[in-house]
């Protein structure tokens, strides 16, 4: 029988209650608390889950032996001094995305849940959906051919926040998906973008970054958009991906569609781009939540000692690219650098499982970066 976990749950404002309800429900796994600093909050999920305690001290959690692990949903500026309060008091860490203010308090998280010998996983969550794998698999597999651009948009109306702009709210998803697909981190970006609404803090922003080998990726976030849009667009040389998150059904559709130029003319007249058009097809896609696969993966990680696929080094990637995107909105859209980016083995840490410096050999054959979904392969001809 597998290790009972005791889990408590940081923040049941928005997201919260989906870790709440997630956590409650996984065997071997028991929901211990649910804190936060507001009674109504507090009152309202336990009326969903009466067995479940509810705490409005965050120092409660901390002082609690039993408690094996703390997931933190609060805002963005409470991430850091509570994942260090909690690898301090000995608990496991999973922090919701983005996972700090900065690359020097995330990578002081790092350093302290490796000394201590604990697992620190961040909420990237849509690495663990279907969807995403089902991309991954495809663009690994090659059968799109090189990837030349990747393009995202993630737009809606509100919810406006106070203390960080649309890019630090809505694209940790994209970046987090498009580093994934990539396999690597980019070696510059730049990010222009306005404040409408909250003087100082912008909502809407398109930020491009730079990859090796020509390879690019455009982000649009906004809170200013009458519609609801969760779409990307992963262009091969051979073929396209359309990744369409709200689609009921369908959520992913290969386009067999190229343009290539004629290998060799000699006139201007001889030359003609060769434009192929080929069938669309949509491969079946299993649904599961990813927010439950994610939980369960932390707990996995904390029973078998594994690196989180979503670990604090890729939190700390993403966070590093948006602290880059505010630096080059400060500079008008100017390019950002980001040192170290092209470097092989940093480019190789975002997808690899067993390069973190204090990995000890732990990573389990059942983990999804250990052992990538059979090859489901885009058939040639098309049914
Ligand atoms: N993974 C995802 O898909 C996803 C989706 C949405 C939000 N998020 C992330 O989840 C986090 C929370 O976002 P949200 O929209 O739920 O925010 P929210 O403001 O709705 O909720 C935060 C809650 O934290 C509570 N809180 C604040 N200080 C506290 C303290 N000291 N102790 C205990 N509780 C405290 C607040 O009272 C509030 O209820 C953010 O980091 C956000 O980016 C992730």
Redo the contacts with the bound molecule.
């Keep these: 029988m597998k290790k009972l976990l005791t889990v408590s749950v940081?923040?049941?404002?928005?997201?919260?209650p989906n870790l709440i309800r997630n956590l409650r429900f996984l065997p071997d796994c028991r929901l211990k608390s649910m804190?936060?600093?507001?009674e109504d909050?507090l009152r309202h999920l336990r009326t969903l889950y009466p067995e479940v305690a509810g705490e409005?001290s965050?120092d409660t959690l901390l002082q609690d032996a039993e408690i094996d692990a703390l997931a933190i949903?609060?805002?963005?500026k409470?991430?850091y001094p509570?994942a260090k309060a909690s690898l301090l008091a000995g608990k496991h860490t999973f922090i919701?995305?983005?996972m700090a203010r900065s690359t020097a308090e995330c990578a002081e998280l790092i350093e302290l849940a490796q000394k201590r010998g604990l697992i620190l996983m961040v909420?990237?969550?849509?690495l663990y959906s279907p969807a995403v794998k089902k991309i991954k698999e495809i663009v690994d597999n090659h059968d799109i051919g090189d990837i030349r651009y990747i393009s995202a948009r993630r737009l809606n109306l509100g919810?406006f926040q106070k203390d960080i702009n649309v890019t630090w709210?809505l694209a940790?998803?994209d970046i987090s998906i498009i580093l994934h697909i990539m396999g690597e981190t980019p070696y510059s970006l730049n990010c222009r973008g306005e404040a409408h609404i909250t003087p100082g803090i912008e909502d809407v922003t398109s930020m491009n970054m730079h990859f090796s080998k020509q390879r690019s990726a455009l982000i649009q976030s906004s809170w200013l958009d009458p519609r609801k849009v969760r779409e990307m667009t992963i262009v091969g040389s051979e073929r396209m991906i359309v990744y369409d998150d709200l689609a009921p059904q369908e959520k992913i559709k290969i386009f067999d569609v190229r343009v290539e130029r004629p290998p060799h003319y000699d006139t201007f007249a001889e030359f003609h781009y060769a434009y192929h058009y080929g069938d669309i097809y949509s491969p079946y896609i299993k649904q599961d939540e990813p927010?439950k696969t994610e939980c369960l993966h932390f707990l996995d990680c904390i029973r078998n000692g594994i690196i989180p696929i979503t670990s604090g080094q890729k939190g700390m990637e993403v966070v590093r690219i948006l602290e880059a995107s505010s630096d080059s909105l400060k500079m008008k859209g100017a390019p950002v650098d980001l040192p170290g980016a092209q470097n092989p083995a940093v480019a190789k840490g975002w997808f690899s499982n067993t390069d973190a410096p204090w990995n000890n050999g732990g990573v389990s054959a059942g983990t999804p970066a250990a052992t990538p979904a059979p090859a489901g392969r885009i058939p040639e001809k098309l049914p």
């Design positions: 940081v923040g049941c404002g928005y997201w919260g804190c936060d600093v507001s909050r409005t965050f949903a609060t805002s963005v409470h991430h509570m919701e995305k983005p909420g990237h969550t849509f919810l709210d940790p998803h927010l």
